[in-house]
């Protein structure tokens, strides 16, 4: 009779240290906080306005790998005015983006082979996974701030040009 209350007091302290540690698992749970990406300038861009001749100029990171392309402004934080995105295709075909993990507002310019701007999606919206189209064949989308479309008076013709660092 001795042996079988020893063999439950063992289940019930082997049991007990079980829940206790599986609940502190719990409790101690790891959480993965994003490291913040950060602006690397790596050329410059000028967009040329056809109405009055004048030259907006930005800093910009060139998305030409499927890496950059694929996470483009995601994770940032902020980005400055004079700042931007530019994409770069090898192919000219209609484009579709998205806002998915981008936590700032952007405005989208596409760009064709010319390097003429063919449209805009202006005040995309942070997270959203909506499809933001080019509606024409582009080979270039820059992304800047949201508002800079409208603050810089662009529009579609406008063209521009950029080099690498």
Same mark, same amino acid.
């Given at each position: 009779? @001795? @042996?079988?209350?020893?063999?439950?007091?063992?289940?019930?302290? #082997?049991?007990?240290? %079980?829940?206790?540690?599986?609940?502190?698992? /719990?409790?101690?749970? /790891?959480?993965?906080?994003?490291?913040?990406?950060?602006?690397?300038?790596?050329?410059?861009?000028?967009?040329?306005?056809?109405?009055?001749?004048?030259?907006?100029? @930005?800093?910009?990171?060139?998305?030409? #790998?499927?890496?950059?392309?694929? #996470?483009?402004?995601?994770?940032?934080?902020?980005?400055?005015?004079?700042?931007?995105?530019?994409?770069?295709?090898?192919?000219? /075909?209609?484009?579709?983006?998205?806002?998915?993990?981008?936590?700032?507002?952007?405005?989208?310019?596409?760009?064709?082979?010319?390097?003429?701007?063919?449209?805009?999606?202006?005040?995309?919206?942070?997270?959203?996974?909506?499809?933001?189209?080019?509606?024409?064949?582009?080979?270039?989308?820059?992304?800047?701030?949201?508002? %800079?479309?409208?603050?810089?008076? @662009?529009?579609?013709?406008?063209?521009?040009?950029?080099?690498?660092?």
């Amino acid at each position: 009779m @001795l @042996l079988p209350k020893r063999f439950s007091l063992l289940i019930f302290i #082997t049991s007990t240290g %079980l829940l206790l540690n599986l609940s502190a698992c /719990k409790e101690n749970k /790891k959480t993965i906080k994003q490291t913040e990406v950060i602006f690397k300038k790596e050329g410059e861009l000028t967009i040329f306005k056809s109405i009055d001749s004048t030259k907006i100029t @930005l800093d910009i990171e060139i998305a030409d #790998t499927d890496f950059d392309v694929q #996470t483009g402004l995601m994770y940032r934080n902020s980005m400055d005015t004079k700042q931007g995105m530019l994409f770069v295709f090898e192919d000219v /075909k209609e484009r579709f983006f998205y806002m998915k993990n981008t936590k700032i507002p952007l405005d989208l310019i596409y760009i064709n082979e010319n390097k003429s701007i063919v449209s805009f999606q202006k005040n995309a919206k942070p997270f959203d996974e909506s499809s933001l189209p080019s509606n024409f064949p582009a080979k270039y989308v820059l992304e800047i701030n949201a508002g %800079l479309i409208d603050t810089w008076g @662009l529009s579609v013709g406008d063209s521009i040009n950029y080099t690498e660092d």
